[in-house]
């Protein structure tokens, strides 16, 4: 069975007469396809009856059972068709992330039929699994020790329902967009100790994760951050047993702002072409660089972080002071030795959450990995000034991506990549940026480590070149990758604009769609769900 993407017709997805397993259509004369800002839900999509999925901006698609067109031919339009052919990638697997606020910040699933109907979709369509943002602020939220999994207990049974994979992601980190915080009790921490937080020199602090500074000090309660973190995987482990290995699959743990390791940069930023500014200004980073200072002889440098970078909106950071390309501060022993220390602290903080998650899932027949971020702004200057401030000592005469592969290879950890369809031909050729050539870089300390890789997308793609650029590098043998993961979900995945192209995308990547025998059949529980629903979610 294939998908075939029409105009005016549908997405088929479906047998003739079974209405639960439904076909997308984009019948863009039809009064319910509305494509323009509005509040009409009622023009929505539809399964049946009146199906909504909403978001800020709202996009409608409509949803019917049908198994061939018209004429039985399958039509492609013109955006879809633009995705060239290829042979499917051996041995590919390929994840949609589910939403972030899958469960949401009251621990209750958002919209439960939503997801339901969204996972039957990618089922059909012959996706591999999904991924799931688990927060460490919603399972442990009011007490240290007090955890609630019920709401993600049933979203992974849903999965397991579907005989899909799932990839969980262990979020030590908050949703800002979709309301999940911290634990409430860190919080109250914070207002007490606000040393927690990381820090710039203006004082101004990132309340969405914690400073890596702490990972080893009694701050919470009389616990370390680390021997918290411990205390959620076990029970996580625990609770979950029963899926690990089975349906559970992967778990990703989460190593710093937004699960990536890196330090905070540009949390204050509204200039994307700035450098940032570096993260050393909480008091327990000051106290461990007047340390480092002290012990290296030259107590005056462990005052404070370089008197000379650029500030977060500084529209050419290398044109003077730190970054400045020639005879700037970052090339001189002072320079050396702060960039040493702020990069080594980011290593050891990896290392050290990197190597709490493999031992507590080492009995466990699961793939354990994490992210590095695809700071690729400035790359093609002489002092990486973005990747720097990020916290990789990476410049035109130091490669900083090997100690970072080192540590995925010491605990036996995969590196997920985001960014892959990132092109350099997209890029502000004023930033000199350069995802391609940063992504080479990483991959090869990888490939020199035996560290294996999984690939992400950095947002949903609106046309074809982003889905092109993927695929090129899931196609290229230096990258090697053997999983990827679509980024995310969402009313807009599924809108007219977009679910076309990645349903093509999908066909150019795997073998033809398994046969729709092998699933539940129209009694099955899961397929009564389908019919006449009203659901809504927001985009992730």
């Known amino acids: 069975m294939e998908v075939s993407v029409m105009g005016s017709l549908q997405v088929n997805l479906g047998r003739n007469n079974d209405v639960g397993f439904f076909s997308f259509s984009k019948n863009l004369n039809a009064r319910e396809c509305n494509l323009k800002n509005s509040h009409n839900y009622s023009k929505g999509c539809n399964f049946g009856r009146s199906l909504v999925w909403p978001s800020k901006s709202v996009f409608g698609f409509t949803?019917?059972?049908?198994a061939t067109s018209e004429n039985g031919v399958s039509v492609v339009p013109d955006k879809a068709s633009n995705i060239s052919r290829t042979v499917p990638v051996d041995g590919l697997k390929l994840y949609v992330g589910l939403p972030l606020d899958t469960v949401s910040n009251c621990n209750t699933i958002s919209h439960t039929r939503a997801i339901a109907t969204g996972l039957k979709a990618l089922k059909l369509l012959g996706i591999d699994g999904v991924e799931l943002p688990v927060?460490?602020?919603?399972?442990?939220?009011?007490?240290?020790?007090?955890?609630?999994?019920?709401?993600?207990?049933?979203?992974?049974?849903?999965?397991?329902?579907?005989?899909?994979?799932?990839?969980?992601?262990?979020?030590?980190?908050?949703?800002?967009?979709?309301?999940?915080q911290l634990p409430a009790w860190v919080s109250r921490v914070g207002e007490s100790e606000p040393g927690i937080y990381?820090?710039?020199?203006?004082?101004?602090?990132?309340?969405?994760?914690?400073?890596?500074?702490?990972?080893?000090?009694?701050?919470l309660d009389g616990k370390t951050p680390v021997e918290v973190y411990k205390?959620?995987?076990?029970?996580?482990?625990?609770?979950?047993?029963?899926?690990?290995?089975?349906?559970?699959?992967?778990?990703?743990?989460?190593?710093?702002?937004?699960?990536?390791?890196?330090?905070?940069s540009h949390h204050h930023s509204v200039n994307s072409n700035g450098a940032g500014e570096f993260q050393c200004y909480d008091k327990f980073m000051l106290s461990d660089l007047k340390h480092h200072a002290e012990m290296h002889g030259n107590p005056l440098w462990g005052l404070g972080g370089p008197h000379d970078s650029p500030s977060y909106d500084d529209h050419?950071?290398?044109?003077?002071?730190?970054?400045?390309?020639?005879?700037?501060?970052?090339?001189?022993?002072?320079?050396?030795?702060?960039?040493?220390w702020y990069s080594n602290l980011l290593v050891s903080h990896g290392d050290r959450i990197l190597s709490l998650a493999a031992s507590t899932f080492k009995d466990m027949p699961i793939t354990i990995s994490g992210k590095v971020p695809l700071t690729h702004s400035w790359y093609r200057s002489r002092s990486h000034p973005s990747e720097l401030a990020a916290g990789f000592y990476n410049t035109d005469n130091r490669g900083g991506y090997n100690a970072i592969a080192e540590i995925f290879s010491r605990n036996s950890c995969k590196m997920i990549l985001?960014?892959?369809?990132?092109?350099?031909?997209?890029?502000?050729?004023?930033?000199?940026?350069?995802?391609?050539?940063?992504?080479?870089?990483?991959?090869?300390?990888?490939?020199?480590?035996?560290?294996?890789?999984?690939?992400?997308?950095?947002?949903?793609?609106?046309?074809?070149?982003?889905?092109?650029?993927?695929?090129?590098?899931?196609?290229?043998?230096?990258v090697a990758t053997d999983l990827f993961t679509y980024q995310r979900m969402g009313a807009y995945f599924f809108s007219p604009q977009h679910f076309p192209l990645f349903t093509q995308f999908t066909r150019c990547l795997k073998q033809p769609i398994q046969s729709l025998d092998d699933l539940p059949a129209e009694g099955d529980e899961t397929v009564k769900s389908l019919h006449g629903m009203d659901l809504k979610m927001q985009v992730a």
Not at 63 to 66: D, G, K, N
Not at 232 to 250: D, M, P, R, W, Y
Request: proline share 3%; with cysteine; hydrophobic share 35%.
């Open 418 to 478: 985001p960014g892959m369809d990132l092109s350099d031909d997209h890029q502000s050729a004023a930033s000199l940026s350069s995802p391609e050539m940063l992504l080479k870089q990483i991959t090869s300390s990888c490939r020199d480590h035996g560290v294996k890789i999984s690939g992400q997308n950095s947002s949903a793609l609106g046309d074809s070149s982003g889905f092109e650029q993927i695929k090129k590098v899931l196609l290229d043998e230096n």
């Open 63 to 66: 949803l019917r059972a049908s």
């Open 316 to 340: 050419n950071p290398i044109s003077r002071g730190f970054f400045m390309e020639n005879g700037g501060s970052w090339e001189s022993l002072y320079g050396d030795f702060f960039l040493c």
């Open 231 to 264: 205390a959620f995987c076990n029970n996580f482990k625990s609770t979950f047993s029963g899926f690990l290995g089975s349906t559970i699959t992967a778990i990703s743990i989460g190593l710093g702002p937004e699960g990536e390791l890196r330090y905070p």
């Open 135 to 180: 927060y460490w602020g919603v399972a442990e939220k009011e007490a240290m020790g007090k955890y609630q999994w019920t709401s993600y207990l049933a979203v992974v049974e849903m999965v397991q329902k579907l005989g899909l994979k799932l990839h969980v992601s262990l979020c030590f980190h908050s949703s800002e967009e979709h309301k999940i």
């Open 198 to 219: 990381f820090t710039d020199r203006s004082g101004l602090q990132y309340k969405n994760c914690l400073s890596l500074a702490v990972d080893d000090l009694p701050v």
